[in-house]
Structures are given as structure tokens and as C-alpha cells.
């Protein structure tokens, strides 16, 4: 059975920093894309980041909006995918996910993601 576990959200200020980790089991995790998206309330889940497996080179892709702030890594020896998140703006404030998808390609598409993980709050004040 496949789990993903989301940590590391909180309550920051804006300009501040945090990073989200997403820990992996019941998966080949080097063979899947990364991916993680947010939902803030009222609104659709929306794609933040992803990083293909090992064998796509471990390409990134993100959403404009976070382009430049936002930092997705990947450490395949402990099954774990990382959000770093630096200038947080109120904007930014969502539940984040962590999802996982066997395509070989990154995906923006929430319905490519195959598992996906129990989101983790992350709210930035102004």
C-alpha cells in the first residue's frame, strides 16, 4: 500500500521560510514524478511544482506564480521529495499535497497523479 506523508507546513509571516518534505513507502520512489500541488479554500487544487523520476534526469517544473521563490528536490535513498519555499507570500496560503505519478514525463494535471498524500496547512500572514 502506498502512503505519502506531508510535513513541515505551519504559520509563518510573510517574507519568511519554510520547507515541506513528502515521505515515500510502497513505491519504487526513484521510478515516479514528484509532484506537489495546493488548494486554498474556495478555490481548485492547483499545480505548485514536480520533478520527474531518475531515469527523466530529474527535470523540474513550476507554476509561474512561485517560479524563482520555490525549490522541489528529491532525495531518492530516503524515499523523500522536498518543497522549499522562500519569500512566502499571504497568497501562498493552501493545504499542500504531495503527489505520485509512474509517467515518465512531469505533469501539471492533478488527474495524472496516482497517490497522493493527506496535505499539510500552510498559512502566511501579512
Known amino acids: 500500500q502506498v502512503h505519502l506523508v506531508e510535513a513541515g507546513g505551519g504559520l509563518v509571516q510573510a517574507g519568511a521560510s519554510l520547507r515541506l518534505s513528502c515521505a515515500a513507502s510502497?513505491?519504487?520512489?526513484?521510478?515516479?514524478?514528484m509532484g506537489w500541488f495546493r488548494q486554498a479554500p474556495g478555490k481548485e487544487r492547483e499545480f505548485v511544482a514536480a520533478?520527474?523520476?531518475?531515469?527523466?534526469?530529474?527535470?523540474?517544473r513550476y507554476a509561474d506564480s512561485v517560479k524563482g521563490r520555490f525549490t522541489i528536490s528529491r532525495d531518492n535513498a530516503k524515499s523523500t521529495v522536498y518543497l522549499q519555499m522562500n519569500s512566502l507570500k499571504p497568497e501562498d496560503t493552501a493545504v499542500y499535497y504531495c503527489?505520485?505519478?509512474?509517467?515518465?514525463?512531469?505533469?501539471?494535471?492533478?488527474?495524472?497523479?496516482?497517490?497522493w498524500g493527506q496535505g499539510t496547512q500552510v498559512t502566511v500572514s501579512s
Open positions: 503527489a505520485a505519478t509512474n509517467r515518465l514525463a512531469v505533469s501539471t494535471t492533478p488527474g495524472n497523479y496516482n497517490y
Open positions: 510502497g513505491l519504487t520512489f526513484s521510478r515516479n514524478t
Open positions: 520533478i520527474s523520476w531518475s531515469g527523466g534526469g530529474g527535470s523540474t
